[in-house]
């Protein structure tokens, strides 16, 4: 059951500048319903790009998780970073990449994020922080603990985000990762995401013991659980846990159980699930909730629209510029590539 969408019923709900639930800002609301709107937008052009042959390599939707990147990285300074995983369009946005530059990273285009080469399991953008997705489960988990060990070894503010999948709990990294962010008590918050499968297995049926959060605990790392399809409720979490982590108190993790509406990737048609687990959850799904949320608080139905054509417009025109960009030139295939020079390895004149 979804929770409540006001805490206090009966305060005004006309005056639609005043807080709608505890003492959040109707602005703030209004802001994570612009940022899934345009994670949504840009998840749905993607997805038809696909269909219509124009994306390179395989593409995974958080269609239905758009509140946990959007309610953790509204907490995160531009100059913070995140490392995300294979399922990271959500994330992305939510730190600020273009929209632009990201679509046509699907399309393999110079003008995508990383010059076309990545796709969409491997966008990065330094430029707001965001090391990079990851299309290997678990691996980004050491990445974002070395980059937080660089920061408190170089006495730098900055802190460190890691999102991942419930299946990630069950890869040596997370254990790795997690002991080493302990045991230098180190500037890193982990986001486990948990939708509840693991590609195409329910991952409880794959995972010892309790779960994620008893994991981390068991590492002696706080976990905090939250409802994260009530971007509220994940907005209001993060702050904490983002705070303590800035304040030097060590690795906190957060725990957000979610549910991935669409397949494991978008040519999934998931039939190892019942259609109406899938009905149900679409009922629990974080920008309706968000919307209700916005509606009661007295937002004229109207202005939630246009958020949502503006969103749309702006996929519209991801998609046209990115369709209409060059591919790289060919003999730019081997510039930042890694290892290349590596005996056997990248270019065919190393590999002779
Ligand atoms: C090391 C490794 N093993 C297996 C895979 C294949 N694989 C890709 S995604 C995935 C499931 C990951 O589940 P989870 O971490 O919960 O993320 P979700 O897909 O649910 O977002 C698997 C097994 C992989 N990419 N990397």
Redesign the pocket.
């Known amino acids: 059951m979804p929770a409540p969408l006001v805490d206090r019923p009966g305060e005004s709900r006309a005056d639609a500048t005043g807080p709608i639930r505890g003492n959040v800002d109707r602005a703030r609301i209004l802001g994570h319903y612009r940022t899934m709107a345009r994670v949504r937008a840009f998840e749905e052009a993607a997805d038809r790009a696909l269909q219509a042959g124009h994306v390179k390599g395989a593409v995974?939707l958080s269609i239905g998780q758009e509140a946990v990147a959007s309610g953790v990285c509204v907490n995160l300074d531009r100059g913070d970073f995140i490392v995300s995983?294979?399922?990271g369009h959500g994330h992305t946005l939510a730190k600020g990449a273009d929209m632009g530059a990201m679509m046509a990273e699907l399309f393999g285009r110079a003008t995508g994020a990383c010059q076309g080469k990545g796709g969409s399991m491997h966008i990065a953008d330094f430029q707001v922080g965001m090391l990079g997705a990851n299309?290997?489960?678990?691996?980004g988990i050491p990445i974002a603990v070395g980059a937080a060990h660089a920061m408190k070894l170089a006495g730098d503010p900055r802190i460190v985000t890691c999102f991942?999948?419930?299946?990630?709990i069950n890869?040596g990294p997370f254990l790795e990762g997690l002991n080493w962010a302990k045991v230098f008590d180190l500037p890193v918050l982990f986001v486990c995401?948990d939708?509840g499968?693991?590609?195409t297995t329910r991952?409880r049926a794959v995972t010892a013991g309790p779960g994620p959060g008893a994991r981390a605990e068991s590492l002696g790392i706080p976990s905090t659980p939250v409802d994260g399809n009530d971007v509220l409720a994940v907005d209001q979490t993060a702050a904490e846990l983002v705070r303590l982590v800035r304040a030097g108190a060590g690795p906190q993790f957060l725990h957000a159980r979610t549910y991935?509406l669409r397949g494991?990737t978008a040519v999934d048609p998931a039939p190892y699930r019942p259609a109406a687990e899938v009905e149900e959850h679409w009922r629990d799904e974080p920008i309706r909730r968000c919307r209700d949320l916005l509606v009661l608080g007295g937002l004229d139905t109207d202005e939630l629209d246009r958020v949502v054509a503006d969103a749309e417009a702006e996929a519209a025109r991801a998609v046209a510029d990115g369709l209409a960009a060059p591919h790289p030139e060919a003999d730019l295939a081997w510039t930042d590539v890694q290892d290349v020079d590596m005996p056997g390895a990248g270019r065919p004149e190393a590999r002779a």
Request: proline share 0%; net charge positive; glycine share 18%.
């Open positions: 995974h995983n294979h399922r299309g290997v489960v678990g691996a991942f999948g419930d299946g990630a890869r995401e939708n499968f693991a590609a991952t991935r494991h």
